[in-house]
DNA sequence: TAAATGATGTCCT
DNA sequence: GGACATCATTTAG
């Protein structure tokens, strides 16, 4: 890949509507410096966490230890174990102060999927079509947590090919949120892809 | 200090 | 379709 290609998205991509972000980060590639190789995964599909109106989001409350980086400036990683055992891959949104962020849900490979095949060793697209299955697959964990993503050290963004089209549905999991949250069709991945994550 | 609870994945039937 | 693994974080007491 060309050098221009490895250029990480700059803040001000981030620094928008956190729908708009999730909407515009489909068909960019995931780009993770892991062991001295350079994998990079195309983003297939997303959902977006809109503050502290939005009951889904762990930052709708008040900010605490674990969600400081979401009240932080846009572009940064915002890590967390769920279940006691899954990573699960955020990227802070809107400016700071504003508790936004947007989750990668799926992830298609599109260089060196053989590193990804090594450090998450199961076939076909169990590789990396859900949330806690790309980040084992891209070596993402606590240790980056925080992690500037507009720089091109151990992870970051960078442009792709925008999608033909794009769905929409109700973010997953989230059965803890108030009712009209529930509903917000704020889960977004690009139509027909075979690598997005099944559906509850 | 203690208890409840997940923005999930895997294995079983 | 359902059970359950497994633990950091949060919230209650």
Redesign the pocket.
Known sequence: MPLSDHAPLPRAFFDRDTLLVARALLGCRLVRRVNGELVAATIVET?A?RGAMDT????H????????A?FGPPGHA?V???????W?L?IVTEPEGSPC???V??VEPHVNEDAMRRL?P?KNR?LS????????ALAID?TL?GEDMTRPSQLWVVKGDAPNTISSGP???????APADRDAPWRLWITDNPWV??A?
Do not use: F, Q
């Open positions: 959902e966490y889904a989001c762990h930052a409350r008040r900010e605490t230890p674990r969600t400081r979401m915002y967390y174990l769920v279940y006691g055992m899954h699960l955020n962020a947007v989750l849900r799926a998450r199961v169990e079509n859900g949330p806690g299955k790309l980040t084992r606590k947590y973010r997953v999991g989230i059965d803890y949120a994550s099944k509850r």
